[in-house]
């Protein structure tokens, strides 16, 4: 093999690298001054997202067992950028919290080895790449969700993450082997060419896409979201909502879109029970609920609904809107849990009614939060509201009418619940509301480049018409 | 900058100027002078309009075209007709109107200034939009913000309100996006490309079939906000517990959108579905118009009086769209400008007087015409502008209606015409049942001898909204001739 063709695994080098330049840093990082790993952190982490937006080939490495291309390098600096956002948000809080007990090193060290996995992951060109990817993401998010020793709820999140994930990534392997049984190969570019409707590879196909179901939490193995999210320390949970999800979707779509192409009668009729599910079932659960981590897996749950819609129609356009909004979907919702992260920090509440004018005592907060929920929301000018309709739009363009309808059914339900957090910070006033506090720089840096994202990803068309056209790389 | 996209970009600098404001003082010289301009740069576009008519026949003007999402072949295109031209004017008069009502607002001005003109956007955005796309992000703009100004300075139940107003129109929001989906993938029917933008689609034929399924959900969609029955219920509790100008704002302008929309897409783009449709909405807005009536009639607080007598015009309006001949839509367009100018005096008169008693139950007030003359005077002129009194806009425009719904000869539409001119004697009832019981007769309570004089700025609200109505109804033609030309294709689009 040629050394040149390494390069085409940049991303992975160098964030293996990153991995181990701090696992050396520990090493030499004094006790006194321990809190310079955040900083050597997020600094390395920075310049690996600024790297990845360095031209790449591509190509295909291992046989065909890892490729990559402009799309999928797309996606990895989504997930870059997202990452770098939350490092930004949760560098205060490993300070504060986990310092004090711990090295805090490890937080680090797992949270990059999670996204090594989804790089490997979304890069796969067959099944065991695609599976080690999919075990080597989920494993270190389990440590990570039980990582607040000192906090009872969260090892049982922890444990509840692993089981959940064990029995979610057990059903993916039983259906990748009936797959195997039934093609005799293990790579999707041989798969594509015999897959047929008997049933032997149907059962392996449904088995699979439960296992990936899993992990984007789409109705009726969503049950984990609520419970792990509201345990572990927010900065997983928000991992778990956005890129975790996101990476999720990605792979789905690839596979999806190319190997299980021909299966589409059946996938698209799947698809479209589980959308109206999971869209109704999240929503009218984030309805009733007071945690605001809850409150976010559920509107989260519902959210992954959307995105089947584009999921469902299997082509360029449906490539497109979904990539789209899921990077409009990672602002957002990063905003979301960012305000969430901060006010928790400082003030240990977590609930929606703690929330009640927070307006009149911290403006700014209340307004990041406003942007964050509109745009989950979908409503302009903020850029939820164009990834939504965009994602409609190509789902009527195959005529899926009475589904587009059920759908905005339910952002009208949804636009009910994000309202009501409006509610408490805007409208109501109280008299114990939260203090004015000042962030630190690391989380009004995260906040910032979360709204400024949400502001300009849906007015700026450009970056739509990019990923547009990058998206004719799946046909 | 060409001058339609000023109407975007002058708001937003307003906005940006507030942002910085320190005070209350320097927030409302900012908001009245951002508004202000917006009246000279609407009074200008109405002269530059006709400059423009007299030697262009094309049915939009001062257009300008920018693509923005070229994949959906969704442009940035602005243009305006007469009849946009005149809700330009009709939106930055009330706009300034509520700006000087809101003069003593003391309770987060700034943000309250910011949420209005935020509205104020939408509004015009709406007005000259000629993509689909574009109009329904204007139109939701429009809306968001009255949960945040009926929810912050409102009274009474007023978070039940806001959140009821801003479910029903975004749920109508929703239905309408269907609508427009479906316009939107059956424009390229004959073989053109897929497309958004209006003038274009009205030259495609959109299939009969897709007509058919299309023609009610758009209709819908744009007529909650218009208060169809039965979806008004979210306008009387909307307007009992907004603030002042909100109300203004509320029922002068925002609610014009829905006839506007009706007219502009469901009506232009589907025109086979309109006509196979039009029965069953005619029969709901007929009963928009008399329960309306009937409704104010029953009620004591002053708002819900207003908001159900809007209820019953804005019926008139949809009701006149849906007779589908030139002398009525001509009535229905005027009929939104004078609804538009009427409700948003009404309820700034309302305001003040709530303002001085602090009561709007008209059988606690009394004799007001002797303690402040003023504001009673202009409220029974007013309401007779509201009964359709010659030299008013309101007699202009039903006088439109009622002669162009009386053009078709079917039984079913005449027994329709009858049943809706039976409004004029009912509204004559209201309107002179308040006047009655809270302006004429002895002053009820003591209190109110001492009540404030009018101050300056209100004044100036006021008498801006007067001037058109007396304009209109004095002078009818300018305004009739500048409509009349521009309905001209969409008739042309109906036969």
């Known amino acids: ?475 | 900058m060409d001058i339609l996209s000023l109407f975007i970009i002058v708001p937003v600098a307003t906005i940006v100027a507030l942002l910085f404001s320190k005070n209350l003082r320097q927030a409302r010289i900012i908001a009245m002078s951002g508004s202000l301009l917006q009246l000279g740069m609407a009074i200008n576009l109405v002269f530059a309009y006709l400059k423009e008519r007299a030697v262009s026949d094309d049915i939009m003007v001062f257009t300008k075209d920018v693509v923005w999402f070229q994949p959906f072949n969704i442009h940035y295109s602005i243009g305006v007709d007469g009849i946009s031209v005149a809700l330009l004017l009709l939106t930055s008069i009330v706009v300034l109107a509520g700006v000087f009502i809101s003069w003593k607002i003391f309770d987060l001005p700034k943000e309250f200034f910011i949420s209005l003109i935020v509205l104020s956007i939408g509004v015009y955005g709406f007005f000259i939009s000629l993509d689909l796309f574009t109009m329904f992000v204007f139109f939701e703009v429009a809306v968001i913000p009255m949960y945040l100004l009926i929810g912050i300075w409102g009274s009474g139940p007023r978070e039940f309100s806001a959140m009821k107003l801003t479910l029903m129109l975004m749920g109508a929001s929703a239905v309408l996006l269907i609508g427009i989906l479906g316009i939107y993938f059956n424009s390229g029917a004959d073989g053109g490309v897929l497309s958004f933008n209006i003038l274009e689609i009205a030259k495609a034929n959109i299939p009969i079939e897709a007509q058919r399924l299309f023609f009610p959900l758009t209709f819908v969609g744009f007529a909650v906000i218009g208060a169809l029955f039965p979806f008004h219920t979210w306008s009387p509790d909307g307007h009992a517990s907004a603030p002042t100008a909100v109300s203004m704002l509320h029922a002068g302008v925002l609610m014009k959108l829905g006839g506007y929309g009706v007219f502009r897409v469901a009506m232009y783009l589907l025109p086979e579905g309109a006509k196979e449709w039009s029965w069953i909405f005619i029969i709901l807005s007929v009963i928009g118009v008399v329960y309306g009536a009937f409704s104010a009639i029953k009620q004591t607080d002053l708002k819900y009086i207003n908001a159900y007598s809007s209820v019953s015009h804005l019926g008139l309006v949809l009701f006149a769209l849906l007779m589908l001949n030139k002398t009525a839509w001509n009535g229905a367009i005027i009929q939104s400008l004078s609804h538009g100018f009427m409700t948003a005096l009404f309820f700034a008169l309302i305001g003040m007087i709530y303002e001085r008693t602090h009561t709007r139950n008209i059988t606690e007030l009394g004799g007001l015409l002797k303690v402040i003359p003023f504001i009673s005077t202009i409220y029974v002129i007013a309401g007779l502008a509201s009964l359709g009194l010659p030299g008013f806009s309101g007699f202009v425009a039903e006088m439109n209606i009622f002669v162009g719904a009386f053009q078709d000869e079917s039984l079913f539409i005449r027994i329709a015409t009858i049943l809706s001119v039976t409004v004029i004697v009912i509204t004559a009832v209201y309107i002179l049942r308040v006047v009655g019981i809270m302006l004429m007769g002895p002053v009820r309570n003591e209190s109110f001898l001492k009540l404030n004089k009018v101050t300056w700025f209100e004044k100036l609200g006021i008498l801006l909204l007067l001037l058109p109505i007396v304009g209109i109804g004095v002078a009818p033609l300018w305004i009739s001739d500048m409509i009349l030309e521009s309905l001209q294709p969409f008739i042309q689009g109906l036969l």
Do not use: C
């Open chain 1, 1 to 475: 093999m040629d050394l040149s063709n390494i390069l085409l695994m940049r991303f992975e080098v160098i964030l293996l690298v990153v991995i181990l330049l701090l696992i050396v840093g520990e090493i030499f990082i004094s006790q006194a001054k321990k809190d310079a790993v955040i900083h050597l952190s997020i600094f390395l982490f920075g310049l690996h997202t600024a790297i990845g937006f360095l031209n790449l080939e591509e190509g295909r490495l291992f046989g065909g067992m890892f490729h990559t291309n402009a799309m999928i390098e797309l996606f990895k600096n989504i997930l870059n950028i997202g990452v770098l956002i939350l490092l930004l948000q949760s560098g205060d809080w490993v300070k504060e919290k986990i310092m004090k007990n711990s090295r805090g090193t490890e937080f680090f060290i797992l949270l990059f080895s999670s996204l090594l996995g989804m790089y490997f992951m979304i890069s796969s060109g067959d099944f065991l790449m695609f599976y080690l990817g999919l075990e080597l993401s989920t494993l270190p998010v389990a440590a990570l969700a039980a990582y607040e020793t000192t906090k009872r709820i969260s090892s049982e999140s922890g444990i509840k993450l692993i089981l959940s994930a064990a029995m979610a990534s057990g059903t993916a392997l039983m259906g990748i082997s009936f797959l195997y049984a039934t093609s005799g190969s293990i790579y999707f570019n041989d798969i594509i060419l015999t897959v047929g409707a008997n049933n032997l590879t149907l059962l392996g196909f449904v088995l699979f896409i439960a296992g990936l179901a899993f992990k984007i939490s789409l109705v009726p193995f969503h049950f984990w979201t609520a419970d792990v999210y509201e345990g572990a320390p927010i900065a997983i949970a928000s991992y778990l909502s956005v890129i975790s999800k996101g990476a999720a979707v990605f792979i789905l779509m690839i596979l999806l879109f190319t190997v299980f192409k021909p299966l589409m009668e059946i996938w698209d009729k799947l698809l479209y029970g589980i959308a109206v599910a999971t869209m109704f079932l999240g929503n009218l659960f984030a309805l009733r609920q007071q945690n605001m981590k809850r409150f976010l897996a559920y509107s989260s749950i519902a959210q992954a609904g959307f995105i089947l819609l584009g999921l469902m129609i299997g082509n360029q356009l449906g490539a497109a809107t979904v990539m789209y909004f899921v990077l409009i979907y990672i602002f957002s919702n990063l905003a979301a849990f960012g305000v969430v992260q901060a006010i928790s920090l400082q003030t240990g509440k977590e609930l929606m009614g703690d929330y009640e004018g927070l307006y009149r005592t911290n403006p700014n907060l209340s307004l990041i939060m406003m942007l964050a929920l509109f745009s989950l929301a979908g409503i302009p000018p903020v850029a939820g509201f164009f990834g939504k309709f965009f994602l409609f739009t190509a789902a009527a363009s195959e005529g899926y009418y009475f589904l587009v309808f059920l759908a905005v059914f339910n952002v009208t339900i949804s636009l009910y619940y994000y309202l009501l957090v409006v509610r408490a910070m805007f409208l109501r006033k109280s008299n114990n509301a939260i203090p004015y506090f000042e962030n630190k720089i690391y989380m009004r840096l995260g906040l910032l480049i979360a709204v400024i994202g949400i502001l300009v990803l849906g007015i700026y068309s450009p970056v739509y018409e990019y990923i547009y056209e990058l998206s004719a790389n799946l046909q």
